[in-house]
């Protein structure tokens, strides 16, 4: 997998993990159901797919309502889609998991780890703003506070084959939220036991 990451990668120890990736760990939801149950809004993409051979490599930007929810970078073994999938992929307006939940079977997520990752190419990114960009203000030629992203990677199999790599990186508003309503979850939980 290409690495587009300047910034430091950090694994986060499962015997030491934070709350979000606490929830990320019990909660098996699809990235983009996950976004649209936190948010109340459609998630649409913004992907950049280059194929070599019959892999492809897409990385995503996750949004809804004007925000950055996740970058994301994937790789993805075309071989095992059929056509109709492929197409959907290279067009690039749907969600992966979208895309093999409709086309993919019985694929299953296996070999999660979790980090956090600094990098100060993806400040303006999680934040809505292209460094450079008029929205960016300049900025980017600027110092600026690097921010702690967390991220979570995983492998997506359907049968014995690995279907996709998938790395995702989570933008601090969408772990506020989700911290708020896992807990909210968990209470009701807890008060419905």
Known sequence: MINIYRGKKQPVSLDRIDPFHRMLLENRMLTTALLEELTGSAVAVDPCTRVRGRCAVRFAVLTGGGRVFVFARSTVNLALLPEPAVVELLKGQVPLGRIFARHAGDHQRRNFSYFTIEDERLT???????????????????????????????DIFLGPARLARIEEIFSLQIRERALEWWGATENRRRLSA
Do not use: E, N
Request: no cysteine; net charge positive.
């Open 124 to 154: 303006p990114i999680m934040y809505g703003r292209l460094p450079g960009s008029v929205q960016d203000g300049g900025r980017s030629s600027r110092k600026r506070r690097v921010r702690s992203f967390p991220g979570r990677a995983y």
